[in-house]
């Protein structure tokens, strides 16, 4: 004996629509066989929750159930409206329910067409010095691309024309077909999806809304910007077919590498040579900067290869931020070359003269050879 449609959803028989709407809901939630896949008796419950709403839900079946009960739907019924069940979880008003409860774990709720695509999304590779980089830098890009239609401005249709809802699926953009229990929604073939068809296209763009055209932007490229830094412009991408949104133009920064300065961050490095007599006696010389200036680095007696000097605020301006980095300069000692007789007579005499202070390291080190080579020797 079928049970009472009315029973089935825990409603009076006086229930409005939103009333019916709402039990429905709570059951199909709580009876829906994903959620209760170890209990048997829930696709049961879950299929009779399906047909009596399917029933209440349209008025000409509700009126015909409550004069003549389930003999309406067997056999065709006194009414024609036989059979119910699966076409009307197809296309009946179970299938909006459906979608509200399930549709956005199925992909989206259902609503109107998805309209227009948006437009792809563009990249450009630009290259700039350390010291643009430093400075800052405005510049102006060409990017090839697509741009809105003038002629139809966007719309695809020719003008005078609109484009018109799609017979296919009513402008929804999405078209249903019954598997089982489940309604399968899958793309409307005739229009993409948009839920709208064009009949009449436009001669210049043919239909599409956009054509190819160069543009020439131009670009803020911010101080102390670093290498691989990614500029992103909303909206500065692919126009989107017949007058879906644009993409965006991603701008990717390539800093290129400095005759003098090597950057970490937003400190600079720079190696000074330095002569042989002004580091063992002593001076001052001059380094450059990244904005073109000079500043002073003073050598104390007997400066080494490697040492190194740090400039406070002499580095890299900061992204975003007050302030700039450091510059450290490192010393590297030159050996002369190219002397002349007089020169080399000269330094032969330094030699010669010189003691073991005036070579501390060579000396040690040559310490620890000999003694290193005694050692050796004896365990042969």
């Known amino acids: 004996m079928a049970h009472d449609f009315y029973s089935i959803l825990g409603v009076a028989r006086d229930a409005d629509e939103a009333a019916i709407k709402s039990a429905f809901r709570k059951g199909a939630m709580k009876f829906h066989p994903d959620r209760n896949q170890d209990d048997p008796e829930a696709e049961h419950k879950f299929k009779e929750i399906n047909e009596a709403y399917e029933v209440l839900s349209d008025p000409q079946k509700r009126a015909a159930y409550d004069r003549y009960g389930h003999a309406a739907f067997k056999n065709g019924g006194a009414n024609g409206f036989g059979g119910g069940g699966a076409q009307g979880f197809a296309a009946g008003a179970f299938a909006d329910v459906f979608d509200d409860i399930f549709g956005e774990f199925m992909g989206g709720r259902r609503g109107g067409g998805r309209g227009p695509g948006r437009g792809a999304d563009l990249k450009y590779s630009l290259d700039i010095t350390l010291a643009e980089a430093f400075a800052g830098k405005k510049v102006e890009i060409k990017v090839p691309g697509s741009v809105a239609c ?147 680095i003073t050598v104390p007696e007997g400066t080494q290869t490697g040492a190194r000097f740090r400039i406070k605020s002499k580095g890299m301006t900061r992204l975003n931020q007050k302030g700039r980095g450091d510059m450290f300069v490192e010393i590297s000692v030159e050996t002369p070359i190219k002397l002349s007789a007089r020169q080399k007579e000269l330094l032969k005499e330094f030699c010669e003269a010189s003691g073991e202070d005036c070579s501390p390291n060579s000396q040690g080190f040559f310490k620890k050879a000999k003694k290193f080579w005694e050692n050796v020797t004896e365990g042969r």
């Open 150 to 296: 003038e002629t139809c401005e966007g719309t695809g249709a020719k003008p005078g024309t609109q484009p018109t809802t799609c017979n296919t699926c009513r402008g929804i953009g999405r078209v249903r077909m019954q598997q089982g229990l489940f309604t399968i929604e899958r793309t409307c073939p005739a229009c993409g999806g948009e839920g709208r068809v064009i009949s009449d296209p436009c001669t210049d763009c043919s239909g599409q809304g956009r054509v190819r055209r160069e543009r020439t932007l131009a670009v803020d490229v911010p101080q102390g910007i670093e290498d691989g830094t990614r500029i992103r412009l909303a909206g500065e991408g692919e126009a989107g077919p017949r007058g879906g949104p644009e993409g965006d133009l991603y701008i990717f920064v390539h800093v290129g590498k400095h005759e003098l300065f090597e950057r970490d961050g937003a400190d600079l490095y720079c190696e000074l040579p330095v002569p042989m007599t002004t580091a063992a006696l002593g001076g001052e010389l001059e380094a450059p900067t990244i904005e073109g200036g000079r500043v002073k």
